[in-house]
């Protein structure tokens, strides 16, 4: 049985969706107004993997990421460039899903944005504050914390004990200073028409809003990074909870953060590197692998030479498929049956909560036993077994022998064997450019 950490209980648990073979899951997607860095790329990743593991094992499974495509950031930037907010966001939104399609991942089932759903917002902050969970200011509408018993429930943290990660806002008509803004009165950029006056809807409010809209009750999984465990998450549950009387999710799944150089990347600092620029320079593959190679929960410290170290790991690991899919055509070997042995040891180590560092061990060791292989019918099965893995991780290289290429291996062998060394070295190079040697 699939078990995964909740962070929710911070206990390893069993994983039983609502529905016996339907899992819902969202994960909080970006603000669009910048390329995305590293650091965002990791959930992308790690949550398309989690999708296709669910599917594998049979689950129908619904995955939906939101577009934040209002934002005060998003206001400064379309602002500064002379824009629209929409034309700002509808850039990126594409540029985010083509480095989404990049590094092998596939798109959402729904990729929702919040001004979709502004209509919505409205009238879920209306019920909020007609039943006591906020109330109206001068500056626009605050959740009242207090009208919650359990806040503080994902992130560990007491009422008292607040302070960190808090931005506390001066407005003096606050009742608490951890409320926190669910609508904003505001004329500034992109506005629309409320109760309240003209503003735009926080956050926070945006993803609970979504959630209620979109799956009407408690999901499986909600997914993001480990950054956004508090404040958002825990102001997503509250409102959830005050609305709907759940905790929004069964299962919450957060991914590490990802450093360079040891130090969290920051603007500020300088250290940010896109996703993009990285993608000129390697693999985009290799990349995946070295981020699903570390365990998701745990940080991750990139390196130029991690880097450098991952994407000859994955240079090996495509030769040795190369190599062994090349052997099996020229026997004309049939490639359909895999390695029960290899597919179960695969799903015990990925139902140990998503032990993905070890499913990479595992095929590293059917790696070395295909290049030992000396029947072709089980050699075929072994690969068989790690292109299946491969796809649902993401990283199965691709290629395609063309009957051009079958022909020059053979006129080389021929050549090998006639001992036409020159012809030999010859076709040999050519093999070698097209990657097959």
Not at 11 to 26: Q, S
Request: charged share 25%; proline share 3%; hydrophobic share 35%.
């Amino acid at each position: 049985m699939l078990k995964i950490y909740n962070t929710m209980s911070q206990n390893i648990e069993n994983f039983k969706p609502h529905n016996k073979n339907k899992v819902n899951m969202y994960v909080c997607g970006p603000t669009v107004y910048g390329d995305i860095h590293l650091g965002n790329a990791r959930p992308v990743i790690f949550f398309d993997v989690v999708k296709r593991y669910l599917s594998f094992l049979g689950y129908d499974v619904r995955f939906v990421s939101n577009i934040t495509d209002i934002d005060d950031k998003i206001i400064e930037k379309a602002k500064a460039l002379k824009i629209s907010e929409k034309e700002l966001t509808d850039d990126y939104t594409k540029r985010f899903i083509d480095m989404t399609l990049s590094l092998g991942s596939y798109l959402p089932d729904e990729l929702p944005k919040a001004t979709e759903f502004v209509d919505y917002m409205i009238e879920y902050i209306d019920q909020l504050i007609k039943q006591g969970s906020a109330y109206q200011t001068s500056s626009g509408v605050y959740f009242r914390v207090d009208s919650v018993n359990d806040y503080g429930i994902l992130s560990k943290q007491n009422m008292d004990e607040l302070n960190e990660g808090v931005r506390v806002d001066l407005d003096q008509e606050k009742e608490n200073p951890r409320d926190f803004s669910i609508w904003k009165n505001t004329t500034e950029g992109l506005n629309y028409d409320s109760p309240w006056g003209p503003g735009r809807p926080g956050w926070h409010t945006e993803c609970a809003v979504m959630n209620h809209k979109i799956f009407s009750t408690e999901i499986d999984i909600h997914g993001g990074g480990s950054d956004l465990k508090f404040p958002h998450h825990e102001n997503e549950i509250a409102q959830t909870m005050a609305h709907d009387h759940h905790h929004l999710a069964k299962y919450w799944m957060h991914v590490g953060r990802l450093n360079v150089d040891e130090v969290k990347m920051s603007k500020s600092i300088g250290n940010i590197t896109l996703v993009k620029d990285l993608l000129e320079a390697y693999e985009p593959y290799a990349f995946r692998l070295l981020m699903i190679n570390h365990h998701y929960r745990q940080p991750i410290n990139y390196t130029h030479d991690l880097m450098i170290q991952f994407s000859k790991e994955y240079d090996k690991i495509k030769r040795t498929l190369k190599k062994a899919f090349l052997t099996l055509s020229l026997e004309n070997i049939d490639i359909k049956d895999t390695d029960q042995p290899t597919i179960d040891a695969f799903i015990e180590i990925m139902n140990q909560d998503f032990n993905i560092p070890n499913v990479m061990t595992l095929i590293y060791e059917v790696l070395k036993q295909m290049n030992k292989e000396k029947d072709n019918h089980q050699l075929a099965k072994l690969y068989q077994s790690v292109k299946t893995i491969l796809d649902i991780l993401g990283i199965m290289p691709l290629y395609t022998l063309e009957d051009e290429t079958l022909v020059m291996y053979r006129k080389w062998e021929e050549a090998r064997h006639q001992k036409n060394f020159q012809l030999a070295d010859q076709l040999r190079d050519q093999l070698s450019k097209r990657g097959w040697m």
